[in-house]
C-alpha cells in the first residue's frame, strides 16, 4: 500500500516561504493527479493545489500567485512551494491523490505568526 509521508513545514514569519516535501513509498506522484490540502483549526480539508498526470497546474484562489506544486517523477515526491506566506496559511498540510484515495499521512504543520 502506498504511504505519504509529509515534511517541511515550521514556523515562518508573515511574507516568508516554506517549501513541503511529499514522500511516496509506492509509485503514485507520475500515475496520478496528485494534490496537497490542508486543514486550518475548525475548519474543514481543503484541496489548495493540484499536478496532473500532464502536469497542468489548479491552485485555490486564496493561494495563486504565491503557492506552486511541482513533482520529481524519479523521487516519487511531491513539493509545494510557498511564497508571501500569510497567518491565513496557518495549517496541517497533507498530500494525496486528487480526490484523496490513499490513507492520509501525519501531515505537517505550518505557522505563519510575527
Known amino acids: 500500500q502506498v504511504q505519504l509521508v509529509e515534511s517541511g513545514g515550521g514556523l515562518v514569519q508573515p511574507g516568508g516561504s516554506l517549501r513541503l516535501s511529499c514522500a511516496a513509498s509506492g509509485i503514485v506522484v507520475s500515475i496520478r493527479t496528485m494534490g496537497w490540502f490542508r486543514q486550518a483549526p475548525g475548519k474543514q480539508r481543503q484541496l489548495v493545489a493540484s499536478?496532473?498526470?500532464?502536469?497542468?497546474?489548479d491552485y485555490t484562489d486564496s493561494v495563486k500567485g504565491r503557492f506552486s506544486i511541482s513533482r520529481d517523477n524519479a523521487k516519487n515526491t511531491m513539493y509545494l512551494q510557498m511564497n508571501s506566506l500569510k497567518p491565513e496559511d496557518t495549517a496541517v498540510y497533507y498530500c494525496?491523490?486528487?480526490?484523496?484515495?490513499?490513507?492520509w499521512g501525519q501531515g505537517t504543520q505550518v505557522t505563519v505568526s510575527s
Open positions: 499536478i496532473s498526470v500532464g502536469g497542468s497546474l
Open positions: 494525496n491523490t486528487v480526490p484523496g484515495l490513499v490513507p
